[in-house]
């Protein structure tokens, strides 16, 4: 099961539109005034219908705890140096059914005990940033790392953003790649049978009779050579300051993924081979099988328009393409209001839409003469609302005080999300900026 936590563990801050003379001051601002610490946290679950672990059907249910730390350190007057570092912890009965065989009545509807029920996602990110005399140059570099169970990758890139018209034009370009590689965790029925030369003897079947189809013959499982996964995205960006009350940016993605880009354990049913089952879990027939590349293509923008001093208009729109077949579009809105100088309330409302690939078909729909298959439901046509609030504190004297930080920001969200195939979603974030004194 590849669960897209869709936790946007967000950026605080706004955005501050300012002029500037057409020559450079004597004292030259400094691009970070001090250390500043970032401490995120969220909580994510969600429940649902479509287990793509069991074939795509049995539950989705599955908690996640996240937290990071961000610090940004000046390094002179134009350099800052930022390290991000993040934990991730998730339980899921969903994926707990990559061996269902280890508890009693095995059942897809229902978490088994076995090691893969939980797991755990360590990510560090660094960046450094320069900015020219005249700040309307600033070129960045990244390099970053993460690391779970079956999955670690390597990334890395850079971008160069040049500002002009007295900073209310801005064009940005950047380029990242990473490098990804699996370790491969398999159903644990089709794992036994290849490991054992294709037959029944040995691994769960010692332990456990089969019902249903007595010949279980999964022939079509195969273990994957490949096990990189490598992305590669460039980016483009325009954002322009139309009057001083409305500004519209765009920016368009150009993205490029080869190797295994299907997941290991996500289970696929034919229609044209007889059911097996061990108590209640179908066998699966094969995993899900995807070509090894893929090209996306999305696009998109925003207008922030500014009503009045308690009013603020934010939207966004997104185009998006692949050759895999799907297109989606994404549009949402926040209406941030200023309740007093320090705290502001912000309603909230997403909504995404996107066509099935072409390779997606549900359970026992595929045939097994086909080359490419899934019956993963996040390759389905489906549409999504995701509605909710904010909730944000800001102090710009920075009265509290814990050691030598001040407390700047604390910004508090709130989603629920609503998928039209049975998935449902709450996400809760919370974030507290520091300022080093």
Request: charge should be negative.
């Amino acid at each position: 099961m590849k669960i897209k936590l869709v936790l946007a563990i967000f950026l605080l801050g706004s955005t501050v539109f300012a002029q500037e003379k057409d020559s450079v001051p004597a004292f030259k601002k400094r691009v970070l005034e001090t250390t500043e610490v970032d401490f995120l946290l969220s909580y994510y679950k969600q429940d649902g219908i479509h287990s793509a672990v069991s074939g795509g059907s049995g539950t989705e249910n599955l908690t996640d705890i996240a937290s990071s730390i961000v610090v940004a350190m000046p390094l002179s007057d134009d350099e800052v140096l930022t390290v991000d570092a993040g934990l991730s912890a998730y339980s899921s009965a969903s994926s707990s059914n990559i061996n269902p065989f280890d508890s009693p009545n095995q059942n897809p509807w229902q978490a088994s005990s076995g090691a893969s029920k939980q797991d755990a996602l360590v990510n560090v990110a660094i960046s450094y940033s320069k900015s020219s005399a005249d700040r309307n140059t600033i070129w960045n570099v990244h390099l970053s790392g993460s690391n779970e169970y079956d999955y670690s990758s390597l990334g890395f890139g850079g971008g160069l953003t040049k500002e002009f018209n007295d900073k209310n034009t801005e064009v940005g370009i950047s380029a990242s790649a990473y490098l990804d590689s699996w370790r491969p965790i398999y159903p644990k029925e089709l794992e036994d049978f290849a490991k054992n030369g294709n037959s029944l003897n040995g691994g769960i079947f010692d332990n456990y009779t089969i019902t249903g189809n007595q010949n279980y013959n999964p022939a079509s499982f195969k273990f994957h050579d490949n096990k990189g996964r490598n992305s590669f995205a460039l980016s483009l960006s325009f954002s322009q300051v139309i009057n001083k009350k409305l500004q519209a940016s765009l920016f368009l993605d150009v993205l490029q993924q080869q190797g295994l880009l299907s997941t290991p354990y996500q289970r696929v049913y034919f229609k044209d081979v007889s059911n097996s089952y061990i108590d209640q879990f179908q066998l699966a027939d094969d995993i899900e099988r995807l070509p090894d590349s893929r090209f996306k293509l999305p696009i998109g923008g925003r207008l922030n328009y500014y009503i009045n001093e308690k009013f603020v208009l934010r939207t966004y729109y997104r185009f998006y393409s692949d050759n895999w077949g799907i297109q989606a579009h994404t549009i949402s809105i926040e209406v941030p209001f200023k309740i007093n100088q320090r705290f502001t309330f912000f309603p909230m409302y997403r909504f995404y839409t996107q066509t099935a690939s072409k390779y997606f078909a549900p359970s026992e729909t595929h045939l097994s003469t086909e080359v490419y298959y899934t019956s993963d439901y996040d390759l389905s046509a489906f549409n999504a609302n995701q509605y909710g609030f904010g909730l944000n504190y800001t102090d710009i004297f920075t009265d509290a005080h814990i050691w030598r930080l001040g407390l700047k920001n604390i910004d508090f969200r709130y989603n629920h999300y609503d998928r039209s195939d049975g998935l449902s979603a709450d996400i809760i974030s919370l974030g507290f900026k520091f300022i080093f004194q």
